[in-house]
């Protein structure tokens, strides 16, 4: 059984997955505006990724004989000054992302709540690689700069991101 501190945190990440989900959706939608159809992809593809890390925290929440409560999703942001201007965005949000689970792995430990504990250690290590993506392609893009054969070239590369696999998602 969930204590109801961990559960209405729980709840709280739901809605982060799902506001982020919403941010990339729009980060998307920008860039096919832009016909950078290859950046949309890779922001369609983050979406999807950050919908399944919402029903990770869903499945678990239930298993757990908790409550899941759905909040309503605040409004992204449609329009940015750059390509660089997005992935700089979006790269803040995975560090709040961040903080927001290790604060949710400080309060599993106050709560003695093992479970739980071990279970966000899945989103440990995937906001590692999430950081790290993200940074990556920030420094693309500085080194890119106004080069638009650069550019469409990284359009082709982001273009070709595969679906990750359900259970790596
Ligand atoms: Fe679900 Fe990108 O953090």
Same mark, same amino acid.
């Given at each position: 059984?969930?204590?109801?501190?961990?559960?209405?945190? @729980?709840? &709280?990440?739901?809605?982060? /997955?799902?506001?982020?989900?919403?941010?990339?959706?729009?980060?998307?939608?920008?860039?096919?505006?832009?016909?950078?159809?290859?950046?949309? #992809?890779?922001?369609?593809?983050? !979406?999807? +990724?950050?919908?399944? #890390?919402?029903?990770?925290? $869903?499945?678990?929440?239930?298993?757990?004989?908790?409550?899941?409560?759905?909040?309503?999703?605040?409004?992204?942001? =449609?329009?940015?000054?750059?390509? @660089?201007?997005?992935?700089?965005?979006?790269?803040?949000? &995975?560090?709040? *992302? %961040?903080?927001?689970?290790?604060?949710? *792995? !400080? @309060?599993?430990?106050?709560?003695?709540? $093992?479970? %739980?504990?071990?279970?966000?250690?899945?989103?440990?290590? +995937?906001?590692?690689?999430?950081?790290? %993506?993200?940074?990556?392609?920030?420094?693309?893009?500085? @080194? *890119?700069?106004?080069? %638009?054969? =650069?550019?469409?070239?990284?359009?082709?590369?982001?273009?070709?991101?595969? &679906? !990750?696999?359900?259970?790596? /998602?």
């Amino acid at each position: 059984m969930l204590k109801e501190s961990v559960e209405k945190a @729980l709840n &709280e990440q739901i809605n982060a /997955e799902l506001y982020s989900a919403y941010l990339y959706q729009s980060m998307a939608a920008y860039f096919e505006d832009k016909s950078l159809a290859g950046f949309a #992809h890779w922001m369609d593809l983050q !979406a999807e +990724e950050e919908q399944a #890390h919402a029903r990770k925290i $869903y499945d678990f929440v239930n298993e757990r004989g908790g409550r899941v409560v759905l909040e309503g999703i605040e409004k992204p942001k =449609s329009d940015w000054n750059s390509n @660089l201007e997005v992935f700089e965005d979006s790269l803040e949000h &995975e560090e709040k *992302v %961040t903080a927001m689970i290790n604060d949710l *792995v !400080a @309060l599993a430990e106050e709560e003695k709540d $093992y479970a %739980t504990h071990s279970f966000l250690q899945w989103f440990v290590d +995937e906001q590692v690689e999430e950081e790290d %993506t993200f940074g990556e392609i920030v420094d693309k893009l500085r @080194l *890119v700069g106004d080069s %638009t054969q =650069s550019l469409f070239m990284m359009d082709d590369k982001l273009g070709a991101r595969a &679906e !990750a696999p359900a259970e790596e /998602e």
